[in-house]
C-alpha cells in the first residue's frame, strides 16, 4: 500500500463540525462519515455523499463511530432524554437502520466512546 499525501484542501470541514459527529470509517477506502442537520453523510473521492436519514429518535447525536462496514450513531430525541443508539449499514443503499438493543441499567447520557475488536 502506497501513502501520498494530496493537495490540501482549504475549508475542508465547516467550523461548525463536531468532532463527536465525524469519524474514519477504519474500513481500508478512507471513508469519513459525518452526521449533518438529521442525515449521515460520507465523503467518498472528495465529495459529501448523502446516506441516509438518521432516525427521527435521534434529534441530538452525542457519537458516531464505524467499524466493520457499519455506522453506529448514538443519541437521543431532546435534552435530558435516554439516548439510544442505531447501526447503518454501508454496504446496504436503501437506509438500512437497525435499532441496538440497550438494557435498562446501560441507559444514559454518552459523552465518548470507542470499537474494541478482539
Not at 443508539?85 to 436503501?94: A, L
Request: hydrophobic fraction near 35%.
Amino acid at each position: 500500500m502506497t501513502w501520498k499525501w494530496s493537495q490540501v484542501e482549504e475549508e475542508f470541514l465547516d467550523c461548525a463540525t463536531c468532532p463527536m459527529t465525524l469519524v474514519d470509517g477504519g474500513d481500508g477506502d478512507e471513508s469519513v462519515y459525518m452526521c449533518c442537520g438529521g442525515d449521515l453523510f460520507a465523503m467518498r473521492n472528495h465529495t459529501w455523499q448523502r446516506m441516509g436519514k438518521v432516525p427521527d429518535e435521534i434529534r441530538n447525536v452525542a457519537y458516531v463511530g464505524a467499524y466493520d462496514g457499519v455506522v453506529v450513531v448514538i443519541g437521543s430525541s431532546g435534552y435530558g432524554e435516554v439516548h439510544m443508539g442505531y447501526v447503518f449499514d454501508v454496504k446496504k443503499s436503501n437506509n438500512n437502520w437497525r435499532k441496538l438493543d440497550c438494557p435498562d441499567g446501560f441507559k444514559g447520557h454518552v459523552q465518548t466512546g470507542c470499537v474494541l475488536e478482539i
